[in-house]
Nanobody, 124 residues
Framework: QVQLVESGGEWAQAGGSLRLSCVSS????????MAWFRQPPGKERALVAT????????YYVDSVNGRFTISRDNTKSTMYLQMNDLKPEDTAGYFC?????????????????WGQGTQVTVSS
């Protein structure tokens, strides 16, 4: 079992930056592929970025590529999402997730553990 707790979400102006954190407790953090998902109001939850167990490999969806950076510190059992050049369409609840089962990088992960989410609101 693993518990995930997100933080760092808040209101920001378009063009601004935020840094989200996801702290893990329970089983060894480094065994999990990790990801950030987001769920805009009235829409389904969708993948934002994924990072491999070691942190050597990352994947971003097109809408955030070049603006967001996913990273992890396995010594601190923490994952981060640095969000730059924020846009109103980035407004969403942001969730971190952990996967052990892997059916293919980067979109073949089965995410078994989820945090409660942190809200990001970007105004123009």
């Amino acid at each position: 079992q693993v518990q995930l707790v997100e933080s760092g979400g808040e209101w920001a102006q378009a063009g601004g930056s935020l840094r989200l954190s996801c702290v893990s407790s329970g089983r060894t953090f480094s065994i999990y592929t990790m990801a950030w998902f987001r769920q805009p109001p009235g829409k389904e939850r969708a993948l934002v970025a994924t990072i491999s167990r070691s942190g050597d490999n990352t994947y971003y969806v097109d809408s955030v590529n070049g603006r967001f950076t996913i990273s992890r510190d396995n010594t601190k059992s923490t994952m981060y999402l640095q969000m730059n050049d924020l846009k109103p369409e980035d407004t969403a609840g942001y969730f971190c997730a952990a996967a052990i089962r892997d059916f293919g990088w980067p979109r073949g992960m089965v995410y078994s553990y989820w945090g409660q989410g942190t809200q990001v609101t970007v105004s123009s």
